[in-house]
């Protein structure tokens, strides 16, 4: 089974890329891996004992909003058996980039689907484009979904 890499910010863009690999998954069953890089914060007063507790909980309450996140979308959709197939995944802080190719080389990803909304001039020149910065660095194919793309079968 091939694997799609879905990095998600929870935006409209990211639902929109996520609503994509879940159409392309009816017709060619996918794995879909959703990742999330959010940062896990416990306080630096926290007693030592308490840290991985602490950090734990974190973790499982942020893993809890992404698979919220992705049955928003899938209840929004009427696709059956849509969701059988996406794995979650968090990932603690950094960069998106580094943490996207991180992911590609631990799940062998075959694809990697990101959402844009299409950053130019000079907002491109100063903020730059995660899914620009991940077209050149990854080795694996890239495919960037414009925000008002309007979905449409994949005839080849």
């Keep these: 089974m091939k694997t799609i890499l879905v990095p998600t910010d929870y935006s409209d863009n990211a639902r929109h890329a996520l609503r994509f690999a879940l159409y392309l998954n009816e017709n060619t069953p996918f794995h879909i891996v959703l990742l999330h890089l959010g940062e896990i914060l416990v306080p630096t007063s926290t007693p030592q004992h308490l840290y991985k507790e602490m950090y734990e909980k974190h973790v499982e309450t942020m893993l809890n909003e992404l698979k919220n996140e992705s049955n928003k979308v899938l209840q929004n959709m009427e696709l059956p058996n849509s969701g059988k197939h996406i794995e979650h995944i968090l990932k603690d802080g950094g960069d998106l980039v580094d943490a996207v190719l991180e992911t590609v ?18 907002k491109k020149f100063f903020l730059g484009s995660n899914t620009a910065h991940i077209i050149e660095k990854a080795n694996v194919p890239v495919l960037a979904i414009p925000e008002n793309y309007h979905f449409a079968p994949v005839k080849k």
Excluded: H, R, W, Y
């Design 105 to 122: 080389n631990e799940k062998q990803v075959d694809l990697i689907l990101m959402g844009t909304c299409g950053a130019s001039g000079l």
